[in-house]
């Protein structure tokens, strides 16, 4: 029969059969994301369990015939193998195991695993097999009208709306009784602030990660680093462009304004460009990790070593700040090793300088054009991202160094103390690691670490804060001011008075904000003295995640005014009031000028 016959034997049926496969795989998903949290979080009897698998591979099996009968619907068959090369590649994997299991009695992702030593090979497995399920579902959303009518929103909302969900089916999950080594299991509160701290990229933990979570909590933890760290829209909209028919037009708006790229039609290139780039230098900064953990720290396998080395990356370059240490890199075994903290000191520095310099400063392509052209310059969001970065790295540590120079460092030598000095200016900004007890530093370093946190990350980053160009472009603002002098300019370029506006209208709320909830911390936990809860409100507003060592004594209460502040510090305050506000009047006249003294 030739491909003709064959197109035209179809054609009558392809609508129904499109209809049909769509409408089973969006229930199958949602029955198989079921029955994988079932069988993680609840179910204990080994016989159940093997049900519960068998069940997921059945439905593994019919994902894969839909898969070949969309290439047999599909009039140009090589197109759509080549459009759908990620999706096709993951369907032989399943091909592949299912196969090598049920006929041949060879298991082969199992095999795989258990020889390089990870352990729990079967839950890894399943844990990415819901990953991809939970991608398929986001996926079948994007392409229907739930998705569709939540564009029509304004993006902000959307954004907003996203972390929410996050955060809720992240408390969920955290609430299993499997997540947890606790025989009682956790509290919703508590579940609440993890699953916060986690997608809100902020670290700070209620419960001990490293002890309290079983390995599928972990790993729950860290899906939530991942998706809070890049966005959970940006992972949706990226799979659906690589496993599907692409983005609509939109999505492309909705994604355009979320990722403030420079055009509408480069969206889904940067879009590209920012997962790929994420995933080099995770994988690059884990396999960097995985060597130079230090001779006191020990393993129990192969496997553990290489889950902790990805952990610990993924947090560094998210900005997240959490490790499975009791202590953090505090911690007995990791404390003296200090090319260990160099490397996480550099990842978080990538994550904080934000995806649009690194774009423009990292990319290969950005690399190869400077190369030709080596007297063309950086974009100006990238010069004032990395100078201004770069002073306020300095900054930190000559004066933790000179601070704390006769306490905290006192047991070290010259370069171990510059080291440790280095590595707190770097993580305090948006971070949240420590290579130093924070409850034992001095009044005068918290107060400088408060400025710092509360100035954060840079625009487009995994961080928090106020961000390096806001606070530049206030800085800026009141030095023209002093001067007399009309317009704000940075780099030969003049930035216009609305941009100003915005800054300190972002600087306004964030002051506000930490005000607010420091009183309202002050009342609900008065145990604690002011300057601490200062640190803690501000650490978690600006997405940090150190903290003295309250956060585990805070009420309830507390707790939930803290979740509330790394919510908002996540999103951003301005993101919020727009998401809030209600569409501007017309503005097309403008009253009588007049003085109004200040000052």
Same mark, same amino acid.
């Given at each position: *029969?030739?491909?003709?016959?064959?197109?035209?034997?179809?054609?009558?049926?392809?609508?129904? /059969?499109?209809?049909?496969?769509?409408?089973?795989?969006?229930?199958?998903?949602?029955?198989?994301? /079921?029955?994988?949290?079932?069988?993680?979080?609840?179910?204990?009897?080994? =016989?159940?369990? !093997?049900?519960?698998?068998?069940?997921?591979?059945?439905?593994?099996?019919?994902?894969?015939?839909?898969?070949?009968?969309? @290439?047999?619907?599909?009039?140009?068959?090589?197109?759509?193998?080549?459009?759908?090369? $990620?999706?096709?590649?993951? *369907?032989?994997?399943? #091909?592949?195991? !299912?196969?090598?299991?049920?006929?041949?009695? $060879?298991?082969?992702?199992?095999?795989?695993?258990?020889?390089?030593?990870?352990?729990?090979?079967?839950?890894?497995?399943?844990?990415?097999?819901?990953?991809?399920?939970?991608?398929?579902?986001?996926?079948?959303?994007?392409?229907?009208? =739930?998705?569709?009518?939540?564009?029509?929103?304004?993006?902000?909302?959307?954004?907003?709306?996203?972390?929410?969900? #996050?955060?809720?089916?992240?408390?969920?999950?955290?609430?299993?009784?499997?997540?947890?080594?606790?025989?009682?299991?956790?509290?919703?509160?508590? /579940?609440?602030? *993890?699953?916060?701290?986690?997608?809100? =990229?902020?670290? #700070?933990?209620?419960?001990?990660?490293?002890?309290?979570?079983?390995?599928?909590?972990?790993?729950?933890?860290?899906?939530?680093? !991942?998706?809070?760290?890049?966005? @959970?829209?940006? $992972? /949706?909209?990226?799979?659906?462009?690589? *496993?599907?028919?692409?983005?609509g037009f939109k999505q492309h708006v909705a994604m355009h304004q979320l990722l403030e790229s420079e055009t509408l039609f480069s969206t889904k290139g940067l879009l590209r460009q920012l997962i790929f780039l994420t995933i080099t230098i995770e994988a690059t900064g884990a396999m960097v990790i995985f060597f130079t953990w230090g001779p006191d720290a020990e393993f129990t396998n192969l496997g553990t070593k290489i889950f902790y080395s990805i952990f610990h990356s993924v947090s560094a370059f998210c900005n997240a700040g959490f490790s499975l240490y009791p202590e953090g890199l505090y911690s007995a075994p990791v404390r003296v090793a200090y090319v260990l903290h160099i490397v996480v000191a550099i990842l978080i520095l990538f994550g904080g300088i934000g995806f649009p310099t690194i774009l423009d400063v990292l990319s290969p392509k950005a690399m190869r054009r400077r190369m030709d052209v080596p007297w063309q310059n950086w974009k100006l969001l990238s010069r004032v991202t990395i100078y201004t970065s770069t002073v306020l790295v300095v900054f930190g540590t000559v004066f933790f160094f000179l601070l704390e120079y006769f306490n905290t460092l006192s047991h070290m030598s010259f370069v171990e103390a510059l080291i440790t000095s280095f590595f707190q200016s770097v993580t305090t900004r948006t971070a949240g690691f420590n290579t130093v007890d924070i409850s034992a530093l001095s009044v005068p370093t918290l107060l400088v670490f408060l400025v710092l946190m509360f100035i954060g990350a840079s625009p487009g980053s995994t961080g928090g804060g106020i961000k390096t160009t806001t606070f530049l472009v206030v800085l800026l603002s009141v030095i023209t001011t002093i001067r007399g002098r009309e317009n704000l300019e940075v780099g030969h370029r003049t930035i216009p008075h609305s941009v100003s506006y915005k800054a300190f209208a972002v600087f306004t709320f964030a002051v506000l904000i930490d005000m607010s909830f420091i009183f309202l911390l002050s009342i609900t936990d008065a145990q604690y003295d002011i300057l601490r809860l200062a640190f803690e409100q501000v650490s978690a507003f600006a997405t940090v995640g150190l903290s003295t060592g309250i956060t585990a004594g805070l009420s309830d209460p507390g707790k939930l005014i803290i979740v509330l502040s790394m919510f908002i510090g996540r999103v951003g305050t301005l993101t919020l009031a727009l998401a809030l506000s209600t569409r501007a009047k017309s503005t097309s006249y403008k009253y009588p000028p007049t003085h109004l003294p200040v000052g």
């Amino acid at each position: *029969m030739s491909t003709e016959t064959l197109n035209s034997y179809l054609y009558d049926s392809k609508l129904k /059969a499109y209809a049909l496969m769509r409408r089973t795989t969006y229930v199958l998903t949602t029955l198989s994301i /079921a029955l994988l949290i079932y069988a993680h979080g609840v179910v204990e009897s080994p =016989v159940e369990l !093997q049900v519960l698998y068998y069940a997921i591979d059945a439905i593994l099996a019919v994902f894969v015939v839909i898969y070949l009968l969309r @290439i047999l619907y599909n009039f140009e068959r090589v197109r759509f193998l080549r459009r759908t090369w $990620f999706e096709g590649l993951l *369907m032989g994997v399943i #091909l592949v195991n !299912q196969v090598g299991t049920y006929l041949l009695g $060879f298991p082969v992702v199992y095999i795989l695993f258990e020889r390089v030593g990870i352990p729990l090979s079967v839950e890894l497995y399943r844990i990415a097999i819901s990953l991809y399920m939970l991608v398929l579902l986001l996926i079948e959303l994007f392409e229907t009208k =739930v998705l569709h009518e939540t564009v029509r929103l304004k993006p902000s909302i959307t954004f907003i709306f996203s972390f929410v969900l #996050l955060i809720l089916g992240g408390a969920c999950l955290l609430m299993l009784p499997k997540m947890t080594n606790a025989p009682e299991g956790m509290r919703f509160v508590d /579940a609440l602030f *993890m699953a916060t701290s986690a997608s809100c =990229v902020t670290g #700070l933990a209620v419960v001990d990660p490293g002890t309290y979570f079983t390995f599928a909590g972990q790993v729950v933890l860290l899906m939530l680093v !991942q998706l809070g760290g890049l966005g @959970i829209l940006t $992972f /949706a909209t990226f799979f659906a462009s690589l *496993m599907r028919q692409g983005l609509g037009f939109k999505q492309h708006v909705a994604m355009h304004q979320l990722l403030e790229s420079e055009t509408l039609f480069s969206t889904k290139g940067l879009l590209r460009q920012l997962i790929f780039l994420t995933i080099t230098i995770e994988a690059t900064g884990a396999m960097v990790i995985f060597f130079t953990w230090g001779p006191d720290a020990e393993f129990t396998n192969l496997g553990t070593k290489i889950f902790y080395s990805i952990f610990h990356s993924v947090s560094a370059f998210c900005n997240a700040g959490f490790s499975l240490y009791p202590e953090g890199l505090y911690s007995a075994p990791v404390r003296v090793a200090y090319v260990l903290h160099i490397v996480v000191a550099i990842l978080i520095l990538f994550g904080g300088i934000g995806f649009p310099t690194i774009l423009d400063v990292l990319s290969p392509k950005a690399m190869r054009r400077r190369m030709d052209v080596p007297w063309q310059n950086w974009k100006l969001l990238s010069r004032v991202t990395i100078y201004t970065s770069t002073v306020l790295v300095v900054f930190g540590t000559v004066f933790f160094f000179l601070l704390e120079y006769f306490n905290t460092l006192s047991h070290m030598s010259f370069v171990e103390a510059l080291i440790t000095s280095f590595f707190q200016s770097v993580t305090t900004r948006t971070a949240g690691f420590n290579t130093v007890d924070i409850s034992a530093l001095s009044v005068p370093t918290l107060l400088v670490f408060l400025v710092l946190m509360f100035i954060g990350a840079s625009p487009g980053s995994t961080g928090g804060g106020i961000k390096t160009t806001t606070f530049l472009v206030v800085l800026l603002s009141v030095i023209t001011t002093i001067r007399g002098r009309e317009n704000l300019e940075v780099g030969h370029r003049t930035i216009p008075h609305s941009v100003s506006y915005k800054a300190f209208a972002v600087f306004t709320f964030a002051v506000l904000i930490d005000m607010s909830f420091i009183f309202l911390l002050s009342i609900t936990d008065a145990q604690y003295d002011i300057l601490r809860l200062a640190f803690e409100q501000v650490s978690a507003f600006a997405t940090v995640g150190l903290s003295t060592g309250i956060t585990a004594g805070l009420s309830d209460p507390g707790k939930l005014i803290i979740v509330l502040s790394m919510f908002i510090g996540r999103v951003g305050t301005l993101t919020l009031a727009l998401a809030l506000s209600t569409r501007a009047k017309s503005t097309s006249y403008k009253y009588p000028p007049t003085h109004l003294p200040v000052g």
